[in-house]
């Protein structure tokens, strides 16, 4: 079976733009999609990347851009007023959970930040995403101080930079031939479409 594996940060306002796109994909190839949460401030400092909004003209065009994507893709987005936002509660709860509910959070969590423009670390964001995804809210706030979970969000932000990662998304995509390769960015999920079926 073909395998994509989606690393995120619900910080991140192009991941939001391709979740229905990948999970699509996922669906109408037969693809395994694999949830895989990382820290994108933590990959920045290790590959030493900064967010496109840094540099005033890029921000500004960014901010145009997912406007127009998000009309053309029908994707609910209100660009939030605490951009960006500290995503570390919210990624490691993303983390914590159980890989069957991951899917369920983090939409709800992406949902919450860049349409309802909540703080997706606050522990009141936090507590309804769990309950949308039939998860136990106090578990999920006790998981942000577990040890365990934390050692899994820093090591799966390590594995991407290792990988190759830069940014996000970044999808590691395995075909059914066994070939292997790194796409980036939500603009890039018609052509791993496409590398997925040329084997």
């Known amino acids: 079976m073909a395998r994509i594996e989606f690393f995120f940060d619900v910080a ?12 699509e994909v996922a669906e109408s190839t037969g693809a395994e999609l694999v949830w895989r949460p990382m820290l994108l401030g933590g990959l920045f400092k290790t590959v030493g990347n900064t967010m496109p909004a840094a540099l005033a003209p890029r921000g500004a065009w960014m901010l145009a851009d997912l406007g127009r994507i998000a009309t053309q893709t029908g994707t609910p987005l209100r660009f939030p007023a605490n951009f960006p936002p500290n995503s570390l509660g919210a990624m490691r709860a993303c983390a914590g959970v159980p890989d069957a509910a991951l899917p369920a959070f983090a939409r709800a969590i992406f949902h919450a930040y860049w349409f309802d423009n909540l703080d997706p670390s606050d522990p009141s964001t936090l507590r309804a995403a769990a309950t949308e995804a039939g998860l136990d809210p106090d578990a999920v ?8 979970v934390k050692a899994k ?3 799966t932000t390590d594995e991407a930079a290792k990988r190759g990662a830069f940014g996000a998304p970044t999808f590691f995509v395995q075909r059914d031939d066994g070939d292997e390769a790194m796409f980036w960015g939500q ?3 018609d052509q791993l479409t496409w590398y997925l079926g040329a084997s």
């Open 12 to 23: 991140s306002p192009y991941t939001w733009l391709a979740v229905d796109r990948i999970v």
């Open 141 to 148: 706030l006790a998981s942000l101080a577990d040890p365990d």
């Open 153 to 155: 969000l820093r090591a």
């Open 187 to 189: 603009d890039r999920v």
